[in-house]
């Protein structure tokens, strides 16, 4: 901002010390660059979105310094103002800065030839706070992208590994804390390595950012969906029982088998790609820890897996099961 574009409200009941202030600061900063308000009443008409500085008195006929400057900063808190008064206490002063005030001017002396330099500093002061602020919002957007690429896998947009497992851990002991329940999906591509044999790992990629997209549309705000590496993926739903996982379940296939069908079209791989999914819900797993949850999902996907593919395996435990790690999966049959 150029000194001669600055737009400068001089707040002064005394008329004659008004006009010397005006005067002092058209000589400096050039013509038009000044308007005068005499009254807080008409301080508070003015529109602080045309104002750069305010330089006001601290007696007014009708408040005060300090009541213009409350009043200017709740319209605009990063408004530079300058109180000019004729009382050298330095408790007034030390107030002022404390209420935000950037400077005090004491009428004394030349103090008019000071007045145009006072601008200048604490314009440039203003200029310095609002280029760190700038910065500073950079920088938090800067490190919160960083932070978003860090924890998404740059493929399918989903949390990486190591972003849910953060998840998990944090799902799982708030689901031990309040009882409630919590079910993990494992899913594994069916046919994806001949898809990228046969067609090429374009084409994969498609598959694989299209799955990403089936299981973000079954997402609810609390739900969590990660890539676990390759073609598998992780799901994950807090406060939700097997009866209702298992639905969410039929529900992403179903909704797979749609896109596969657009993606391949008459294709020989047309049907033969499908989704394998292990599940395993805390209440009935009783995991000790979110890594053993994950294992026991992760051993329904095998069973499923193995059993057939395109089918949803859920998780039982052995009657005297003492650990987690004992629970054996059972195959319900497709979901």
Not at 175 to 200: E, P
Not at 243 to 270: E, M
Not at 302 to 328: F, H
């Amino acid at each position: 901002m150029a000194s001669q574009s600055l737009r400068l409200l001089v707040v002064e009941d005394d008329i004659d010390t008004a006009s010397l202030i005006q005067e002092t600061l058209r000589d400096h900063f050039g013509p038009g660059c000044v308007r005068h308000c005499s009254s807080l009443e008409e301080v508070r008409a003015v529109d602080f979105a045309a104002v750069d500085m305010v330089l006001s008195d601290m007696n007014l006929p009708d408040g005060s310094g300090l009541d213009v400057l409350d009043h200017v900063l709740k319209q605009r808190n990063d408004l530079p103002v300058i109180l000019v008064t004729g009382e050298g206490i330095i408790e007034n002063a030390a107030k002022a800065i404390r209420n935000g005030a950037y400077d005090y001017i004491v009428k004394a002396g030349d103090y008019l030839f000071a007045i145009p330099l006072m601008v200048e500093k604490n314009m440039a002061i203003y200029r310095t706070r609002q280029e760190n602020q700038r910065l500073e919002q950079k920088l938090k957007e800067t490190v919160q992208q960083l932070q978003a690429m860090a924890a998404t896998d740059p493929l399918t947009g989903l949390a990486n590994r190591r972003a849910f497992g953060q998840a998990m851990a944090r799902c799982f002991s708030e689901a031990v804390r309040y009882n409630h329940d919590l079910v993990c999906i494992m899913i594994d591509l069916d046919g994806f390595k001949m898809l990228n044999d046969t067609l090429g790992h374009q084409r994969g990629d498609e598959l694989l950012e299209n799955a990403a997209r089936v299981l973000s549309a079954n997402c609810r705000a609390s739900d969590i969906a990660g890539r676990f590496g390759g073609d598998e993926f992780i799901f994950l739903l807090p406060q939700t029982d097997e009866a209702t996982g298992r639905q969410v379940a039929q529900r992403i296939s179903d909704d797979f088998k749609t896109v596969t069908a657009t993606l391949l079209g008459n294709t020989p791989l047309a049907g033969r790609l499908t989704m394998s999914m292990g599940l395993a819900g805390l209440q009935t797993t009783r995991a000790a820890t979110p890594e053993a949850m994950v294992a026991c999902a992760d051993h329904a996907l095998y069973r499923a897996k193995q059993s057939g593919r395109a089918r949803l395996v859920s998780y039982t435990r052995e009657p005297n099961a003492a650990a987690p790690t004992e629970i054996i999966p059972t195959v319900p049959g497709a979901a």
